[in-house]
């Protein structure tokens, strides 16, 4: 499936208020949490497990290559209690997602912790959203 | 294991059989609920009863990262009273968390091995948890990893107590709060999510009381002189759900998979 756009940066700074570490399994220690990112591609497999909730987003970047995200989410726990379920995507569905990437250039991201969940929008539906 | 099984049964039956007689606890329908003043049960002990929620907002809630009130959000997590034992400890701990938070090789041991994370740790972790009042004893469940604890009401500790992740508990109802009063743990957990050490003579008490209907404030004081030369303590908030505890085990298997897929793309340049 063809996708158009692909790796946008977008707002940039607006995410640098964390007045403290995010508690949940681990810290985000290797997310740029200043940088938000929008991604458009399809999604290739959907996670739904402990400890937290996995998308795989295949996603073309500015150079038209494809590649291969990894973007973590809340535990599924949290994630119902956002109102989100295990049947909020699947594999092939379109999808428009904001992310934090890594800090070092890998096509790895995280999109929600407890206390956040960034933007998304699987097949022209947006899910719930949680702001910080 | 048949004998704890058979404890386990008793005592859920035994808390089932006393929480009937509870009023049922809920989360108000609505933001406009008024607080009411915290409720008492007959005999005019603290109701504890309904399902508590870690408080998503504000410093009270789960941004909380130390039990020294002076430190809550771990910004200076060295800066810790420890004794010399202490401190060489904690230059060893690579927490996900804190000021000294990092992704790479971390050696929290509830993250890497799935180790129970122990008391007064399992506060630290943003779940659910519930208590249930009988007669003789308390029961406090906790969502995260699914453990329980047996409070026990009509006896002292043990003169010398088995060393154990739990560690072991007795309490007492001190007017509006239910005070937990614990010893006999093992030195393998750390107090918080910074890697904050603990020896076998940690003494830990735990403080619930009602602040009003929808709130539950937990005070918890660590004593350990082999670790720390202070007494300190502090803080966390929860609030009353309607949510259902959910499955938050620690498999290690997925902690794995996690690890591998996730959190380690995450540390080497790509390519390297």
Known sequence: MKRKLLVVLAAVGSMAMFSGPLPAHHGVAGYDMTKTITLHGTVSKF??????????????????EM?????????????????????????????????????NGAPVGITSTITFILKTVVNGQALPVRSE | MPIRVAILTAALAAALGFSSNLPAQTAPDSAEAKPRQPGLMS??????????????????????????SSDPF?????????????????KGVRPPFGALQTFDNTNDPVQRYCDPPGVPRIYMYPWELKFIQTPKAVYILYEYTKVWREIDLDREHPKDPDNSWMGDSIGKYDGDTFVIDTIGFNDKTWLDQTGHPHSD????????RRLDHDRLELSVTI???????????????????????????????????FQEKVVDKTQTPPGK
Not at chain 2, 48 to 61: I, V
């Open chain 1, 47 to 64: 996670d739904w497990s402990n400890p937290h909730v996995v998308v795989y987003v295949d996603a073309k970047n500015e150079g038209g």
């Open chain 1, 67 to 103: 590649q291969h995200w990894t973007i973590e989410f809340a535990a599924p726990v949290h994630m119902v209690r956002a109102g989100w379920s295990k049947n909020s995507m699947k594999a092939g569905d379109d999808i428009v997602i904001e992310t934090h990437p890594s800090r």
């Open chain 2, 43 to 68: 005999g005019g002990i603290p109701d504890l009863s309904g399902t508590w929620d870690a408080d998503f907002k504000g410093p009270e809630g789960t941004r909380v990262n130390t039990w020294d």
């Open chain 2, 74 to 90: 771990a910004k200076h997590p060295e800066q810790a009273p420890m004794t010399p034992w202490a401190a060489e400890k904690f």
């Open chain 2, 201 to 208: 003579a940690l003494h830990v008490i735990e403080r619930f």
């Open chain 2, 223 to 257: 004593d350990d002189p082999k670790a720390y030369t202070k007494i300190f303590s502090n803080t966390k908030v929860f609030r009353l759900t309607n949510a259902p505890m959910g499955e938050t085990l620690c498999a290690y298997s997925e902690m794995k998979e």
